[in-house]
Nanobody, 123 residues
């Protein structure tokens, strides 16, 4: 079982920054894949960024490359999404998710989801 608690959403003007946090706990101490997803009103949920908490590469959707950074602090069991140069089209509910064992931005690979945190970017 995995529990996830997100924080850090809010409202910001275009060009601004926000950092999302996701504290996770895994009952069997496995290292999960962690991903950030987002869903705007009327649109499908999409994968934004992901990584394996045991080390390795990171994954990003094309539209956020160079602007968003995903990272993990294993000592705190927390994954972050640093979002810079935010655009109005980044406005969405952002979800943290965990999955095993392989990592990607495919929604189907993630079994555990946080409650979501709203990000609103105004022009």
């Amino acid at each position: 079982q995995v529990q996830l608690v997100e924080s850090g959403g809010g409202s910001v003007q275009a060009g601004g920054s926000l950092r999302l946090s996701c504290a996770y706990s895994v009952t069997d101490n496995r290292r999960p894949c962690m991903g950030w997803f987002r869903q705007a009103p009327g649109k499908e949920r999409e994968g934004v960024a992901g990584l394996y908490t045991g080390g390795g590469g990171t994954y990003y959707m094309n539209s956020v490359k160079g602007r968003f950074t995903i990272s993990v602090e294993n000592a705190k069991n927390t994954v972050y999404l640093q979002m810079d140069s935010l655009k109005p089209e980044d406005t969405a509910m952002y979800y943290c998710a965990a999955g095993f064992p392989t990592c990607s931005l495919e929604i189907a690979r993630y079994n555990y989801w946080g409650q979501g945190t709203q990000v609103t970017v105004s022009s």
